[in-house]
């Protein structure tokens, strides 16, 4: 079956640690999304790559980084740096052709304690 | 700048019609989106309208544009408890391909 995979699904880390979450996709998609989520906001965009080895900053990338190095895979790390860690974390994969649409994972819920 | 706006709750009784509305900035968008996210979960996409279309429908789902006034809405007729869920209207940006993504109407089903 064809998909996005994120893991783990929940996440604990304590302050000031590093921390990766893990996007897969196997639909042949060449852009790939992270977003984040807090209660009562829309998604935001944190980084984007639209092909292997390049990628973009999103309107909140400070404290983040990401790297792309397979079509496959698109990791986003969570940095020491990041002030508010605490969210959910989206990621998405985007079909070049009909709608343009976005493929949703199902989510990483990061508690930095 | 880019801004897409819509209420945050809806609450309807099971059998009735829901709207949920969204008004958006970028005159540019080439499609605009309805999503719809359930407890803990990622999207889903639950359909979409070309910029030059006025209305799409699809099954119990009924989408409005109106491009002079950048409104959209979507109407979910004889809504289900199933239906409870967070909906997120989004527009494309040129850049990249990126989604600019409202809030979020969270809709509230009651038996």
């Known amino acids: 079956d064809g998909g996005i995979t994120q893991s783990p699904k929940y996440l604990f880390r304590k302050e000031g640690q590093n921390v990766t979450l893990s996007c897969e996709q196997n639909?042949?998609?060449?852009?790939m999304y992270w977003y984040r989520q807090d209660p009562g906001q829309g998604l935001r965009l944190i980084y984007y790559?639209?092909?292997?080895?390049?990628?973009q900053k999103g309107d909140i990338a400070e404290g983040y980084s990401v790297s792309r190095e397979k079509k496959e895979s698109f990791p986003l790390t969570v940095t020491s740096a990041q002030k508010n860690p605490t969210a959910f974390y989206l990621c998405a994969s985007r079909h070049s052709g009909r709608a343009d649409e976005q493929f949703f994972g199902p989510g990483t819920r990061l508690t930095v304690l | 700048g880019e801004d897409v706006e819509q209420s945050l709750f809806l609450s309807v009784r099971e059998g009735d019609s829901s709207v949920i509305n969204c008004t958006y900035t970028d005159s540019s968008s080439t499609y605009l989106y309805w999503y719809k996210q359930e407890p803990g979960a990622g999207l889903q996409l639950l359909t979409y309208?070309?910029?030059?279309?006025d209305m799409k429908q699809d099954q119990r789902l009924t989408v409005l544009l109106n491009k002079k006034d950048k409104h959209l809405s979507l109407r979910i007729a004889d809504t289900q408890t199933g239906d409870s869920a967070i909906y997120f209207c989004?527009?494309?940006?040129?850049?990249?391909?990126?989604?600019?993504f409202g809030q979020g109407t969270e809709l509230s089903v009651k038996p």
């Open positions: 790559s639209q092909i292997v080895n390049d990628f």
């Open positions: 309208i070309f910029s030059n279309m």
């Open positions: 639909l042949n998609h060449d852009a």
């Open positions: 989004a527009e494309t940006h040129s850049e990249g391909g990126k989604l600019i």
